[in-house]
C-alpha cells in the first residue's frame, strides 16, 4: 500500500516550483491533490493533468492565500468536493528581498502577508475539518533563513521564523485531538527562483553547504511525505531542516 493512500491533500502555490514537486510526490504516493495559486492558467492546468496521469483526483484552484475570506472559501470547496481533508501544506510564498535601509514598507507588509498570513488563514480554515477527523497533518514551509536570518532579508527571514513559532504553537493546540503540525527548513534548493541568481553566487552557495550542492525540490518534497504520512504519527511539533547540512 502507498504512504498516502486514500488521503488528500491541500497545497498552496503548488502550480510550479517546491509547491509542484511536493504535489507530485504526494500524488506518486497515492494522495488525491487539491493545490492553490493565485490563478487559474496553463500552467495551472498543465500541472493538474500531470496529477491525474499519475491516477489520482486533481483539482487546481485559484485563490489568494494572503486573503482570509479566499482562503475559507477554498478550503470549503475543497472540502465538499473531495468529502475530507487530512493534510494541509502551507507553501505559499515570496520574495522581496532588499537591505533594510533601502526595502519600502510595502515590501516588508506584503511578504509577511503572503508567507506567514496565509498560513494563519488556512490553517484556521481547515482546523475546523481535521477536528471533526480528529485527524491531520499540518506541513509548514520555514526556511534556513528563518532559523540564521540572511542579509538582504529582513522581511522573509521574520516571516519564515514567525512560521516556526506558528508550528509550536499550533502543535500543542490541536495535538490533544490527534492534529499534527511540523515545519519543514529549506535550505539553497534548485528553483525558477534560484535559478537567476549570478552563476558566481550560486557557487559561493554551494561552498557553504557541506554536501557541496544545491538541493532539488524533490528533497523537500521526501520530507513532506514523512510528515504527510503514518511514518511521523508521533512527531509533531518539529522543524526539519532539508538543507545538505547548511544549518548545523
Known sequence: MKLLEGKTAMITGASRGIGKAI????AGEGANIAFTDIRR???MEQTENELRALGVKAIGYASDASSFEDSERVVDAIAAEFVRIDVLVNNAGITRDNLLMRMAEADWDLVLKVNLKSAFNLTKAVQKYMLKQRSGSIINMSSVVGIN?????????ASKAGLIGFTKSIAQELGSRGIRCNAIAPGFIETDMTSKLPEEVRKEWA????LRRGGKPEDVAQACIFFASNLSEYVTGQVLSVCGGMNM
Open 207 to 210: 561552498q557553504k553547504i557541506p
Open 41 to 43: 492558467d496553463e500552467v
Open 23 to 26: 504535489a507530485i510526490a504526494f
Open 149 to 157: 536570518g540572511n542579509a538582504g532579508q529582513s522581511n522573509y527571514s
